[in-house]
């Protein structure tokens, strides 16, 4: 890559990347504590507070997914170090997305497979 376009773009990187996740923590944290209000005030009944509280039942497998994005990325990045290809081939990125796409097909399956055990 150019010198002078990685100057450019490495800061722009940085501070997106950095205001980006200021943003989502904010807006957690916000949800959160308004959520919070709203049912220590009263304004939310039994109903919706069953919604609140389903909503977090549904994310029961973030963590595995998460996991296994992890896991199959870094299994990529162990295979293309033994690899020996050209700086211009784009065969280290395609082998990282195939790889994180397994990853996610396995949580995908894995998870459906769950849902049809509760039905």
Avoid at 6 to 23: D, K, N, R
């Amino acid at each position: 890559m150019d010198h002078n376009l990685m100057e450019v773009l490495m800061p722009i990187a940085i501070l997106g990347s950095f205001g980006t996740a200021i943003y989502f923590f904010a807006r957690i944290m916000t949800d959160y504590i308004l959520k919070k209000k709203m049912i220590e005030k009263g304004f939310v009944n039994d109903e919706t507070q069953a919604i609140f509280k389903n909503h977090a039942a549904e994310n029961k497998y973030s963590s595995l997914k998460w996991g296994l994005l992890a896991f199959f990325g870094g299994l990529s990045l162990i295979i293309m170090e033994y690899i020996p290809v050209r700086p211009e081939s784009p065969l280290p990125y395609g082998l990282f997305s195939v790889s994180v796409s397994v990853g996610f097909l396995i949580y995908y399956f894995f998870v459906k497979k769950e849902s049809e055990k509760r039905l």
